[in-house]
């Protein structure tokens, strides 16, 4: 199963900034509908495109293994 790591993500970068961030900033930031990052962070297992991937990695300045990690045997 493959784990997103968007809310991490959103609280390091937070934490960094000194600065909240939202689904909706980060929806305007990088073109992503914002009800697309919810299920992102929010639903197991859910799967979405690589070009949203690449803009998260892009938005975070991180890696693919940053953003997500796969967890062997976790049942769905």
Same mark, same amino acid.
């Given at each position: 199963?493959? /784990?997103? @790591?968007? /809310?991490?993500?959103?609280? %390091?970068?937070?934490?960094? !900034? !000194?600065? @909240?961030? +939202? =689904? %909706?900033?980060?929806?305007k930031t990088t !073109?992503?509908? /914002? +009800?697309?990052?919810?299920?992102?962070?929010?639903? /197991?297992?859910y799967n979405t +495109? +690589?070009?949203? &991937? %690449? @803009?998260?990695? *892009?938005? =975070? %300045?991180? *890696?693919?293994?940053?953003?997500? *990690?796969?967890?062997? !045997? &976790?049942?769905?």
């Amino acid at each position: 199963m493959i /784990r997103y @790591r968007l /809310r991490e993500l959103m609280a %390091d970068y937070q934490f960094k !900034n !000194n600065n @909240r961030l +939202t =689904f %909706d900033e980060l929806a305007k930031t990088t !073109n992503i509908h /914002r +009800t697309t990052l919810s299920k992102i962070a929010n639903h /197991r297992s859910y799967n979405t +495109t +690589t070009d949203n &991937i %690449d @803009r998260l990695c *892009e938005f =975070f %300045d991180c *890696e693919v293994g940053e953003l997500m *990690e796969y967890l062997k !045997n &976790i049942d769905a």
